[in-house]
């Protein structure tokens, strides 16, 4: 089994900024994407943004140039660095894990940002 761990999640002024951070366990395979997702209420879960065990990234629209993903392959971890922060961010953001060679899905439990006055 597999399983992600999220946390940095919590409440922050607009244009403020936030750091996440997904740590997975278990029998991963080397070459994977890892990834975040968000899903707000009322709304469907959609891509925040992702990033292969070999570098390559994608971005939602809405994002770019305000969210930055990394990762650590040798921790498992995978971080999304969130700046200028507006109020239609506010979601669950969940952290994804999709193997390439296995074609594996995993989730985490997620980890609610807020970004309110």
């Known amino acids: 089994q597999v399983q992600l761990v999220e946390s940095g999640g919590g409440w922050v002024q607009p244009g403020g900024s936030l750091r996440l951070s997904c740590a997975a366990s278990?029998?991963?395979?080397?070459?994977?994407?890892m990834g975040w997702y968000r899903q707000a209420p009322g709304k469907q879960r959609e891509l925040v943004a992702t990033?292969?065990?070999?570098?390559?990234?994608n971005y939602a629209d809405a994002v770019k140039g305000r969210f930055t993903i990394s990762r650590d392959n040798a921790k498992n971890t995978v971080y999304l660095q969130m700046n200028s922060l507006k109020p239609e961010d506010t979601a669950v953001y969940y952290c994804?894990?999709?193997?390439?060679?296995?074609?594996?899905?995993?989730w985490g439990q997620g980890t609610q940002v807020t970004v309110s006055s």
């Open positions: 994804n894990l999709l193997t390439i060679l296995g074609n594996f899905n995993y």
């Open positions: 278990g029998n991963i395979f080397s070459i994977n994407v």
């Open positions: 990033m292969s065990s070999g570098g390559s990234t």
